[in-house]
């Protein structure tokens, strides 16, 4: 046999014969039905909420594609064969639920100065645990307003990549304001040279710290613009950043694509923000009947964090906080719920930002009970941590069960719109359609 010879004889050897064909072709003919399911999740439950109209619709059928909402429906409906399914039985499914104000590195144990036993890159540890401790309590967004040392970039970056569990992340990296307000350090002597490096004390800094922070990776832009409650030598009533200022950061922002988020206690600095075009006013703790109607002329959100005072006041000296930070947490905390009832009353558009960090991750549902408690009915609570929320990030790809959005789901036993302190124990998560809690 020539050399030619032996090579055909092998080539012809491989071939396959019709039993080897007739299985290919059945493997082939079975893979675009594979190919249909791989990657499906279908849903049922006995009730659904919709967080557009605050209803809830009965045995809803969801059917979740690649991470995205691909149908919704009706228990009964056709679905595709050999679909992973899961059945929820007496439970309600919620979109994913968001919070508009999160510290995701910030830990309550350790109050005033106790933080300083420890070193930089301690936060960023705890932030991985806070971040699945925030999944579980059913966020599967957050909002982070301010953190040390880019933690929240990085996690966001992380849990992007699959490394870690968490929720979606917009960040803001560094919150900034004036030198010795509230976004800057101010607990220490000059000898220790501490300050917030993206301190900005004119609008040509303010539009420069905006390019710097969007470099590094932040999605939203966070200010402060008065004083505050747990920072030293600051009062919350303090207007800090000028309208000229926070008007430069609002514009320059805008133009990069990006939302504003404003700390903002004090009445003249609450109303100066939204003079000024930031898009939410977090806190707004001393808001007046001005600013209260200029929040609604203007479309402004707030997001008032009604809960986290019951843990600092019960927790917070034990943890180290310092009494000048329990007193200004005490003189404002009764004034802001109410002002919460005033401007909820007004028809004043309002997010669920809780401030977690100042009180444990994970507890972040407490805040629904203490909002129907100053005058939102259940539904209207549940909006402002789904459609509302959504809405005022701009997304339309959160904050609804629709098709096209994420695969962002909770399912709680019973029905949150009847009692919403349900949704503080969430045993059902599902993110981008994969579970990840399932502790029913």
Request: charged letters at 25%.
């Amino acid at each position: 046999m020539t050399m030619g010879g032996a090579v055909q004889h092998k080539r012809e050897s491989r071939k396959p014969g019709k039993r080897a064909w007739s299985a290919l072709l059945l493997i082939a003919a079975a893979l675009p039905a594979a190919a249909q399911t791989q990657g499906t999740l279908l849903v049922t439950a006995e009730r659904l909420f919709d967080s557009r109209s605050g209803r809830t619709v009965e045995r809803p059928q969801v059917l979740i594609r690649d991470g995205r909402i691909a149908e919704v429906g009706r228990i009964g409906d056709a679905a595709p064969e050999g679909v992973k399914r899961l059945d929820l039985p007496g439970m309600t499914l919620l979109p994913g639920l968001i919070d508009m104000h999160t510290h995701i590195d910030a830990d309550p144990q350790y109050g005033g100065y106790t933080y300083l036993q420890f070193g930089d890159r301690f936060w960023s540890m705890l932030s991985v645990k806070h971040a699945r401790q925030t999944l579980d309590a059913g966020f599967t967004t957050i909002r982070n307003l301010g953190a040390d040392a880019w933690n929240d970039i990085g996690l966001r970056q992380a849990i992007d990549e699959g490394q870690i569990p968490g929720p979606r992340i917009v960040g803001a990296g560094y919150g900034f304001g004036a030198t010795g307000g509230h976004c800057d350090s101010t607990f220490f002597p000059p000898s220790m040279a501490q300050r917030n490096p993206y301190n900005a004390d004119s609008p040509e800094q303010g539009r420069q710290r905006v390019r710097e922070l969007r470099k590094y990776g932040a999605t939203v832009i966070k200010i402060c613009a008065t004083g505050g409650v747990f920072s030293r030598n600051t009062e919350p009533g303090q207007q800090q950043m000028s309208l000229e200022e926070m008007k430069a950061i609002a514009e320059e922002a805008h133009q990069w694509g990006l939302r504003v988020a404003a700390h903002a206690h004090g009445t003249s600095g609450i109303k100066d923000a939204i003079r000024a075009g930031i898009d939410t006013i977090e806190h707004a703790s001393l808001i007046d009947e001005e600013g209260i109607r200029l929040a609604k002329q203007h479309g402004t959100w707030l997001s008032m964090d009604i809960y986290n005072t019951d843990y600092t006041q019960a927790e917070g000296k034990k943890n180290g906080v310092l009494e000048d930070n329990l007193r200004k947490d005490r003189e404002v905390a009764d004034i802001q719920r109410e002002n919460f009832r005033r401007a909820h009353a007004a028809g004043v558009k309002l997010v669920y930002g809780t401030d977690s960090g100042v009180y444990p991750h994970g507890l972040n549902g407490r805040q629904f009970a203490v909002m129907t408690r100053y005058g939102m009915s259940a539904a209207q609570a549940i909006q402002t941590a789904t459609f509302n929320a959504a809405d005022a990030l701009g997304r339309k790809d959160l904050g609804i069960v629709e098709a096209g959005r994420w695969g962002d789901l909770i399912a709680v036993a019973g029905d949150p719109t009847q009692d919403v302190r349900l949704l503080e124990s969430v045993p059902v998560v599902i993110k981008g359609g994969e579970v990840v809690k399932d502790a029913r």
